[in-house]
């Protein structure tokens, strides 16, 4: 079987843990490399055996012919990155935060739409094995009918002059943050765990004054199935874990028959209800990468889809959902109402 050619355009930190993915695949080779400064491409190209780097985009294309580009840049080049694969007919992931606007993703998805080509969004929360064993649990029956979800972001790293500025200093400009560089994360786990949103309330804050953007929030949705949501974001304050950015915080989800929670180390455990214990569940993952290796699990289901293994999750037509709850925070934070959808 011959290899999936992969280009990637990107090169700034997290561009890391998607290289190392790509490069553990046997049946993947990366084929090119592009970034608008020379000095980080060539360091990634050094690490990973990229035979080729580049600074433009459509002449890496052009000349390359990749089966697949990862887009691994911030949203502001998304538009722009995603229109040029399309052109080409090239199936293309997009890092998340997807484009800057809903509008701009929803011409990036139209693009991609009118070629028939694929389009993927890299959301790696919903591939994070604490997350798919949720899903495989609630859909099995395990905690009975959900009634609620709620999910306390905790990373610790948004304090200070300095917050964000050694990892991604872009973080630090970015005039909406919060709810769409890492609420919009959990916005698509709760729709992974309990289906649609059908209306949303948030109140959104700044507490660092070296920010731009929101960094603490509290959003109320209701799902289609009745059940309801609670995201309880504070990038300032840590929890208890040795490593914060493994889950980001902790999750309940509570139904009719038990409670579910995941923890700061990755553990499930399951109260039945009238019992005062908790019982761990076990289930097979790796602390490898970012968050139980969900950047490769992710990239993995792509590669699976274009050699014909099943459906692809987070296509950008189904990820539009998301940006339209997205908006509806915002929209709901201005106005101090409640946004249906």
Not at 44 to 60: K, S
Not at 117 to 135: M, T, Y
Not at 176 to 184: K, P, S
Not at 241 to 258: H, P
């Amino acid at each position: 079987m011959a290899k999936l050619r992969v280009a990637c355009v990107g090169a700034g930190y997290f561009s890391r843990f998607q290289y190392e993915a790509w490069a553990r695949m046997p049946d993947v080779a990366l084929v090119a490399a592009c970034n608008r400064s020379p000095e980080p491409v060539r360091a990634v190209a050094t690490t990973y055996a990229i035979p080729t780097t580049y600074d433009d985009v459509a002449e890496m294309l052009d000349r390359e012919r990749p089966d697949l580009l990862d887009i691994i840049t911030p949203p502001e080049t998304h538009l722009a990155y995603v229109q040029e694969a399309a052109r080409r007919r090239i199936p293309a992931i997009c890092q998340k935060a997807f484009c800057r606007t809903l509008a701009e993703a929803e011409t990036a998805t139209a693009a991609a739409a009118a070629a028939g080509s694929l389009l993927v969004v890299h959301e790696n929360f919903r591939f994070q094995p604490w997350h798919q064993e949720a899903s495989r649990i609630i859909a099995a029956g395990g905690i009975g009918e959900p009634y609620q979800v709620s999910f306390r972001l905790r990373p610790g790293d948004g304090q200070g002059p300095r917050a964000y500025l050694d990892r991604q200093p872009y973080f630090q400009q970015m005039e909406r943050f919060l709810v769409h560089e890492t609420a919009i994360h959990l916005i698509d786990t709760f729709r992974f765990l309990l289906g649609e949103v059908t209306g949303v309330f948030a109140r959104l804050k700044r507490l660092n004054p070296a920010i731009k953007g929101e960094d603490a929030g509290l959003i109320l949705l209701d799902f289609s199935s009745g059940a309801r949501g609670l995201f309880d974001g504070n990038r300032l304050v840590d929890h208890a874990t040795d490593n914060c950015r493994r889950t980001m915080g902790e999750m309940l989800v509570e139904g009719s028959e038990a409670v579910l929670r995941l923890d700061g180390r990755g553990r499930l455990l399951r109260r039945a209800r009238g019992s005062a214990q908790e019982e761990e569940i076990a289930y097979s993952w790796e602390d490898r990468g970012f968050g139980g290796d969900c950047v490769y699990r992710l990239q993995r289901h792509v590669v699976d889809h274009l050699r014909g293994h099943g459906p692809a999750m987070n296509r950008a037509a189904d990820y539009l959902a998301n940006l339209r709850v997205e908006q509806a925070v915002y929209d709901s934070d201005r106005s101090g109402r409640w946004i249906a959808l």
